[in-house]
């Protein structure tokens, strides 16, 4: 968390950035976000506000440890890219997500993925946590150095 806090600028700036993305790439197509693109067949869940919000916190967290500072980073994105899409299949409409109805049917999309959505807000944020961890950690533990410490030429 004191890695955090010493960021530059830049990195808040990104966090944002990020931050707003992650909140449109996943309240819009889920009709968190009103739109008069898309309708909600089923209402949203209490606990879709909270996931939404970790989600795009989290990720645009996860998002800015890829802007450079003085040293690199490390690994992280796999995890933090799984946890977003399963935050938007955690929050999102049950009867609306095309596969699952294709799979399950309108009745099965309600009887069992409903329900297992929880569990999905639950490992998208867990992902996305384990990412960020990741990242920082990396981050302190594998630095690269700069390019005029190692005798490279920039241009």
């Known amino acids: 968390m004191k890695d955090i806090l010493t960021w530059p600028a830049r990195r808040w700036i990104a966090v944002v950035v990020g931050f707003v993305v992650t909140a449109m790439v996943v309240g819009l197509p889920t009709a968190l976000v009103p739109s008069s693109l898309f309708t909600r067949m089923t209402p949203v869940t209490w606990w879709s506000w909270p996931v939404w919000a970790l989600t795009a916190m989290l990720g645009g967290l996860v998002q800015a440890t890829y802007v450079r500072t003085s040293d690199g980073a490390g690994r ?8 977003g899409l399963l935050g938007a299949l955690a929050v999102g409409c049950p009867v609306c997500n095309k596969v699952v109805v294709a799979l399950l049917g309108v009745a099965g999309a309600m009887q069992w993925w409903a329900p297992l959505q929880r569990l999905l807000g639950v490992a998208s944020v867990g992902l996305l946590g384990w990412a960020l961890h990741t990242r920082l950690r990396t981050e302190r533990a594998c630095p690269v150095p700069a390019a005029e410490t190692v005798g490279l030429e920039v241009r």
Do not use: P, S, V
């Open 76 to 83: 992280g994105a796999g995890t933090g890219a799984g946890g």
